[in-house]
């Protein structure tokens, strides 16, 4: 009822909410806060939700936020949608993660995360753009997903994620990275 106050007064334009389901969602806990939207105008609808999401850590949207932002129209912005940057191709086998991040990146440098990049660099060089713009891309591919939310350290770097809206994957190169991809990962910022 707050939030409805909120917007009635002008402050706020729209509700979201991030991580609502944390880590692992424990039920569908969304639904019934739509629902009650609909029945009852002091409360606000949720428009939209801020999920972690990437080629890593699927499962957190996959398993049950993805089915309710589809048939609700919630809107989707995903966060560490590059994985920490490891979806950048920053990292390479020898290349060695440095500062904050650095726990969290090396879970992916496994067989399996070296693959993913190498897909990813296959399709970004068929695409002619950097691998982190077909990483984002992938994820713009997925129902339900409205937007990405990228961190860049740098121009540089959001030149290379620039390309991802103007990236139109075919369903063999969505299928490749759903393969090499991982459908559930330990959370990256386990320090949470």
Not at 92 to 98: A, D, H, K, S
Not at 101 to 111: C, D, E, G, M, V
Not at 125 to 145: I, K, T
Request: charge should be negative; glycine fraction near 8%; proline fraction near 6%.
């Amino acid at each position: 009822a707050t939030f409805g106050e909120l917007i009635q007064s002008g402050k706020v334009g729209h509700v979201g909410t991030s991580n609502f389901c944390g880590f692992a969602c424990f039920g569908d806990l969304l639904s019934p806060l739509l629902a009650m939207a609909e029945k009852d105008t002091r409360y606000p609808r949720i428009e939209v939700e801020q999920p972690r999401y990437n080629l890593l850590n699927r499962a957190e949207y996959e398993d049950q936020l993805q089915s309710i932002a589809v048939s609700t129209g919630l809107g989707i912005v995903t966060y560490s949608s590059l994985a920490s940057g490891f979806l950048s191709g920053a990292f390479r086998p020898g290349i060695e993660p440095v500062g904050e991040r650095a726990s969290q990146l090396r879970q992916y440098f496994t067989p399996s995360g070296w693959s993913l990049i190498e897909t990813l660099d296959a399709i970004g060089a068929r695409h002619e753009v950097p691998l982190a713009s077909v990483a984002l891309a992938w994820a713009l591919a997925q129902p339900g997903v409205t937007s990405t939310i990228i961190g860049p350290d740098s121009i540089a770097q959001l030149a290379e994620a620039s390309y991802a809206p103007a990236v139109k994957l075919d369903e063999g190169e969505i299928s490749a990275l759903n393969e090499r991809s991982w459908d559930a990962s330990a959370p990256e910022f386990v320090d949470w």
